[in-house]
């Protein structure tokens, strides 16, 4: 088999796969890219058994065949050469592959390509049709909060759910939740957890896309398709926790304060506070916000007012500024309210004005016992 194809069209197709590719695979045939070659169009594919992804690319090719590909040795052998065409000879018996370019031939050995593992039939599946860049945002927005506690898969991706005239992304660790809700989209009802590794996969190839997204989910799998690719991973199986529940309905006490202002300020201050507890004190009064964080250890300490508005009893909260400073940063808007009930509850952080008119974010972070 032979076939001709660019070389930096191929390296980016490949490096956009090697996400999938673990350090530790049990079957050494997944330390390989399957090459599969047909009229001009060469599929690429990697799978670690839970996630695959292929994609397609246009070559000069008038035979069809298949060969697993050394998937290390060829990125490396990539990176290191111009833009160029390049041929590449595959040995169907021996599967010995020859790579010729402008400087020169390499040599390497392949597998049989029929061992690599076949995708798993969606069969009868829900589909619903969302835009690239929704998608995007959704992962963006909420996969930083998203557990990594192997004692706790279920927490470790983002949980959609699906209803005729809205979809939710969920994510939460039990520390923090970030709920966003798009009141443009809707499907068949459904609920499913997507994990984290082809979230990110999907996350690095959307990002630059207009395009539509083709999400189609049945009971034990989703597939993503886009343009030239496709992306099927194993869902996460079990209950989502009841994260409504959770979310306080009351919260008397109400904190305005520019964005940005607030971030720099948790920076700052955060820098002197305790290693292992993160911990930022809050104290609130109408009309300003003294922040304040502590090492005992080492006797450092700092302390800073911002102007604010808070309507609510003076009260004092902590938080670890670690999850504060992740939320605000992936908040959009010039201001936010922080919404509170008690030093001891939840406090609630959403967008004073709407980044997008059909989407609503809310994000939850549990407060941190005060020292003293």
């Keep these: 088999m032979k076939f001709i194809v660019n070389s930096l069209g191929l390296l980016k197709q490949l490096q956009l796969l090697n996400g999938v590719l673990n350090s530790n695979n049990t079957l050494p045939i997944l330390d390989n890219f399957l090459f599969e070659m047909k009229q001009d169009e060469l599929t690429l594919s990697a799978s670690d058994l839970e996630t695959s992804m292929n994609t397609r690319m246009a070559i000069q090719c008038k035979e069809e065949g298949m060969i697993a590909v050394p998937a290390k040795l060829l990125l490396d052998i990539l990176k290191s050469l111009p833009d160029q065409p390049l041929t590449f000879d595959v040995d169907g018996k021996t599967f010995g592959i020859e790579i010729t370019s402008d400087n020169g031939k390499y040599k390497l050995t392949g597998q049989n390509g029929d061992e690599f593992p076949k995708a798993p039939a969606m069969g009868a599946s829900k589909a619903l049709l969302i835009g690239a860049d929704v998608l995007n945002r959704a ?30 992304f969920v994510a939460t660790d039990a520390h923090k939740l970030v709920r966003m809700t798009r009141s443009d989209i809707g499907g068949e009802s459904a609920a499913f957890i997507v994990p984290r590794k082809p979230l990110n996969l999907l996350k690095g190839a959307l990002s630059s896309l207009k395009s539509e997204v083709n999400m189609q989910y049945t009971e034990n799998n989703a597939m993503f398709t886009f343009e030239n690719v496709t992306l099927m991973c194993r869902l996460i199986e079990g209950k989502y926790p009841n994260y409504e529940a959770v979310i306080p309905k009351e919260n008397p006490f109400k904190l305005t304060i520019d964005r940005l202002d607030f971030l720099n300020s948790i920076k700052r201050v955060s820098i002197f506070a305790n290693r292992s507890t993160n911990q930022v004190r809050l104290k609130l009064t109408g009309s300003e916000i003294q922040l304040s964080a502590e090492d005992l250890d080492f006797a450092n300490e700092a302390h800073e007012q911002l102007a604010c508005t808070f309507v609510g009893d003076n009260m004092e909260i902590g938080f670890n500024s670690r999850f504060l400073q992740d939320m605000l940063n992936n908040l959009d808007a010039n201001n936010v309210h922080v919404e509170m009930s008690a030093p001891n509850r939840a406090g609630i952080i959403t967008e004073v004005e709407k980044s997008f008119e059909n989407e609503d974010i809310l994000m939850l972070v549990m407060p941190v016992m005060l020292n003293g």
């Design 139 to 168: 992962i963006s927005k909420t996969i930083f909060a998203a557990g990594n506690d192997d004692m706790r898969p279920i927490m470790s991706g983002v949980f959609f759910e699906i209803e005729p005239e809205s979809v939710r």
